[in-house]
Every structure is written in structure tokens, then in C-alpha cells.
């Protein structure tokens, strides 16, 4: 964030004490979003000696024009506080409010008390640079913050956490709300280093996007109202042609829900047509529980898996198809691995591969190399390990580095699946998707995600808009459910049968739509 700061500075004229000016109107905006009557609150405000200390100064100095009572308390003497911050300490004692000086453990235990009486505490201690952890005076202010009955809302991180890292290194401050500038860091959406940081707040604090790029900012928390520009418009005249077809390839003997949930999702996620491909076993009991779903009964195997020798039936069917999904339930016989890997090589469409089509490329990621046409992979821990070759284990622990990798060397999009789902892209962004929750670690719900993906894809959606809306609002539908149902018993139905609310939660219907479905209900 410091490099981000001085290019801003050197390169495009904006000086650092404006961004902290913004950085610290940007926290009282959000403070007053978290509780709406900050006057009748006792607020203390901890601050710190660097940049983080400075941006609680403009805050304190905004509180006090606002009317709105607080105490300050300065960790460190004020001969130590430097170029921006001072210049905003300044200003805040010349208005008579002076911050506290605490710096050695008996002035601290005299202040202590404050922490009692305080309905709000604001921590601007220390920022995101910390490089070791934090000992002495301000590891027994951490515990006693910890300690308190207050809000605590953090500026930047919590005291306590590096910005390069989110393992939680020492004691470190447990936020109720964290306040960040532009984009999210590590600590901010892996655990375990997230759980200290509460509900985050991302704020934009007048970083030029040229700033913010050269110096590759590259993590992003998927946001709601990014996201909802990115869904298709209806228009009034359209008709299932307009919105795409799909072709889903999967299911096989005894794993018949695979292919049906993938095709009933990507027909909620919008598309007008779906094709499920399954072996010829499958296809009468397909069609009386997914009537919607248009079917194509392929050779089977012995075993009831779809068999190489529909290879050509199967790359007819893709003429006409806008994306294609492949691997819900098709298991790893080897026939079926060898279609799969010649349809994913022929295809001129988009492709999403999940469960049994990723598996198709354990330990020879390198065959998905070299595809001209958008490709999307959605593993859980367990497939990516067979894929790179290594263990869950491994990919548990390196979630980050081993997706950016992944989707960079290989020019796709990469999804793995997991608390905080991640969305790689070839460019080496990564997404990280908030909604979702423990509930949703269950048989049926990574199908459902897939035709979700496919059927945004198939409607014309780019690449990874599709990705990522199917992401987050895979995770919302996942949300209302278990808000209906709890989480034990949530299954991957009502993960579909949340998911129009989600799509409401979204994107709320305009004017013209509600006033349309209005005199439709009427005049029915």
C-alpha cells in the first residue's frame, strides 16, 4: 500500500496527506453506516505513530467537527511522529484535542479504564507493514482491547497482522469491522488471519486505478455492487434463442443427480436451452425429473459410463451450443477420460470442467495448455491436488500461489473451491468470494455451481464475469438457504431453489419490470 501511495504521489501529483485526509473520512462515513448515532457514543480512538495513526487523527479531527465527543490516546511520543501524521496531529491538538500520550505499561494501566467506558473503539495502531510480532506495551493494549465490551472497528488491518500475510503472527486486535483502502489484502479474506478482521469494509480513498495497477494490485474481494452490472438485460421482445443453449456432458451409473442438478442450474442461472449428454441408461429417469432439460441418450460402457465411441455424436451436438460443461458424475474410466479429453481439445465453445472432468487431467494439467477458446476450471482441494500431482494438504495450505499459478500457466480461469472460494484468472488476478458457508459441504452443491457457470456462460456473459457471479451468487443462493433450513440439513436443491432470491438480492427488478409483472398478475 506504501509503494501504491508513493507512485499516487510521484507520478500522478496526488500528495499523501490528501489520501489520508480521504482515508480518514472515509472511516467516520463508515462508522456512521455501522452505527447511526455516533453522539450519544463513547468512542475512543487508538492511535499509533505511522501513517495508520495518521489516518485516526483525520478521523479524530472530523469527529470533532461533527460534534461527536471521543477520547484519543497516542501510543509514543509526538517528537516521533512524522511527515503526514504530524501535520494532522497538529491540526487535531490545535482544536484542543490533544491525544493522550501512552509509552510504557504504568501510564498504560492508568488509561485502561477508558476501555470500560467506551461503547466504540477505533484501532489505528499500527498498519499493514508490521514485520514482526508486536511485544511490550502494545501486546498487553492488544489483549485488554481484546478484553473490552466495545465495537472495535479497525483502520487498514488489525493491529497485530501483516498486509503480506495471512497467518496471524502474535497478538493481534480482534475487530468487529476492518476499514480498507481500494482493494482487500491477505489478511482481509484468508483465514485464519480473517476471522480477527470482522466484517470488512472496502473504501475507495481517491487512488488513481493507474496507481493502483502498475504496482499490481491484484486481490480482489468479489463486491455486490460490482457484480450486478455484469448480469444479461431481458429485453421485452426476446426469446429462448436469445439467451443460449447449453450442453451438459456428465452423469453415469448410480450418479444421475450429478448431471441433473448441473442442468437445472445452468436453466436458473438464465439460459434458454440445455442439453444434457448422458449415457443411454440414464436418460429415461432424466427425463421425468428434469422435464425442462432437453436430453441425448450416449453409448455407455459396461459399467454404465459414457463410452469413447459417442466422441462423434457428442462434437455434433456441440454445433449450435454457446458453452459447454463437462465431468458432474462421469466418473475416471478410461474411456471416459479419453472423450473427455478429446471433446475439451475440439471444442470451439467455451468450456467449464468440474469433479471427473478435471480428474481426466490428474497429474497432466499440461494437456489443457494452448485452448483458444475460454476455459474454466472448477476443482475442490482435492481434485486440484490430483491435478498438480501433490495433496489437499498441500493445496490447502498454498490456495493463493497455486491458483494464480495455475491459471496463468495454463491460460484459464480457475475456481478452487472451498471457504472463500477463489476465482484465478490468466492475468493472475484473484477474486475471493465472501458469501457461502459450512452448510454447502455437501453432495451435489459443486454440480450446481458448474451449471450455474455454463448457463451464464452460454447467455454471452465474458469469461470471468461468468466465473464470478456464479461464485458469489452460488455462495448467496447457499446463504438464503441455510437461512431457511439451517446448515446441517441444507442439500444442493435448495441451494437451486434459493437461487432466484439470490438473483433478486442481486439485482432487484427495475420499475418497469415490477410495473410489467404487476398487470401480468392482474390481467391473468
Known amino acids: 500500500m506504501r509503494r501504491i501511495d508513493r507512485r499516487a504521489a510521484r507520478k500522478f501529483g496526488v500528495p499523501e496527506i490528501v489520501l489520508m485526509e480521504n482515508a480518514g473520512l472515509r472511516v467516520l462515513e463508515t462508522l456512521q453506516r455501522i452505527d447511526g448515532d455516533l453522539k450519544s457514543r463513547a468512542i475512543l480512538v487508538l492511535c499509533g505513530r505511522g501513517n495508520n495513526g495518521g489516518d485516526a487523527f483525520v478521523l479524530a ?41 501512552v509509552t510504557g505499561k504504568g501510564e498504560w494501566r492508568a488509561a485502561r479504564e477508558l476501555l470500560e467506558r467506551s461503547d466504540l473503539i477505533v484501532d489505528g495502531i499500527l498498519g499493514t507493514g508490521l514485520s ?48 480498507t483502502f481500494v482493494r482487500p489484502k491477505l489478511p482481509h479474506v484468508l483465514p485464519p488471519a480473517e476471522e480477527m478482521c470482522g466484517r470488512v469494509h472496502v473504501v475507495d480513498i481517491g487512488l488513481p486505478n493507474e496507481a493502483v495497477a502498475a504496482e499490481g494490485a491484484d486481490l480482489d474481494l468479489l463486491q455486490p455492487g460490482e457484480l450486478a452490472p455484469l448480469l444479461p438485460k431481458r429485453r421485452s421482445d426476446s426469446h429462448k434463442g436469445d439467451y443460449g443453449h447449453a450442453l451438459v456432458i456428465a452423469g453415469s451409473r448410480g450418479k444421475g443427480g450429478a ?41 455407455e460402457t459396461a459399467d454404465g459410463t459414457l463410452a469413447e465411441s459417442g466422441l462423434p455424436r457428442l462434437l455434433a451436438l456441440l454445433e449450435g451450443k454457446q458453452a459447454v460443461a463437462i465431468g458432474p458424475g462421469l466418473t475416471t474410466h478410461p474411456e471416459t477420460t479419453r472423450l473427455v479429453r478429446e471433446v475439451v481439445r475440439r471444442a470451439r465453445v467455451p468450456v467449464v470442467l468440474d469433479a471427473d472432468g478435471v480428474n481426466a487431467f490428474a497429474g497432466d494439467g499440461s494437456l489443457l495448455s494452448g485452448r483458444k477458446r475460454p476455459l474454466i476450471l472448477t476443482p475442490h482441494p482435492g481434485e486440484m491436488g490430483r491435478l498438480l500431482g501433490t495433496s ?63 448457463g451464464l456462460l452460454a447467455q454471452g456473459i465474458e469469461v470471468s464475469a461468468a466465473a464470478r457471479l456464479g461464485v458469489y451468487l452460488h455462495g448467496l443462493a447457499g446463504d438464503l438457504a441455510a437461512a431457511e433450513v439451517g446448515e446441517a440439513p441444507l442439500i444442493a436443491r435448495d441451494i437451486l431453489r434459493s437461487f432466484p432470491a439470490a438473483l433478486l438480492r442481486l439485482k432487484p427488478p427495475r420499475a418497469n419490470e415490477r410495473t410489467d409483472a404487476r398487470s401480468a398478475r392482474r390481467t391473468g
Open 61 to 101: 479531527r472530523h469527529l470533532h467537527n461533527q460534534g461527536i465527543l471521543f477520547t484519543a490516546i497516542l501510543f509514543g511520543h509526538r517528537r516521533d511522529v512524522h511527515g503526514s501524521a504530524a501535520i494532522n496531529l497538529r491540526a487535531l491538538e490545535r482544536l484542543g484535542e490533544a491525544p493522550r500520550e
Open 132 to 179: 514482526r510480532p508486536v511485544e511490550g506495551l502494545l501486546a498487553s493494549v492488544i489483549e485488554d482491547v481484546n478484553d473490552a465490551r466495545a465495537v472495535v472497528v479497525a483502520i487498514d488491518v488489525p493491529s497485530g497482522l501483516s498486509g503480506d500475510t495471512h497467518d496471524i503472527p502474535g497478538p493481534c486486535i480482534r475487530a468487529d469491522h476492518t476499514v
Open 259 to 299: 448431471a441433473r442438478l448441473a442442468a437445472l442450474g445452468a436453466l436458473r442461472a438464465g439460459c434458454g436451452l440445455v442439453t444434457a449428454a448422458v449415457p443411454r441408461g440414464l436418460q429415461a429417469g432424466f427425463v421425468s425429473r428434469a422435464m425442462e432439460v432437453m436430453t441425448e441418450g450416449l453409448p
Open 392 to 454: 489437499s494438504r498441500e493445496v490447502q495450505s498454498r490456495r493463493l500461489p497455486l491458483a494464480r499459478a495455475f491459471a496463468r500457466t495454463h491460460h484459464c480461469h480457475l475456481v478452487l473451491k472451498g471457504y472463500r472460494s477463489l476465482v484465478a484468472t490468466p492475468a493472475g488476478k484473484v477474486h475471493v468470494n465472501p458469501t457461502g458457508n459450512p452448510g454447502m459441504a455437501t453432495g451435489g452443491s459443486g454440480d450446481v455451481l458448474t451449471g450455474l457457470v455454463v
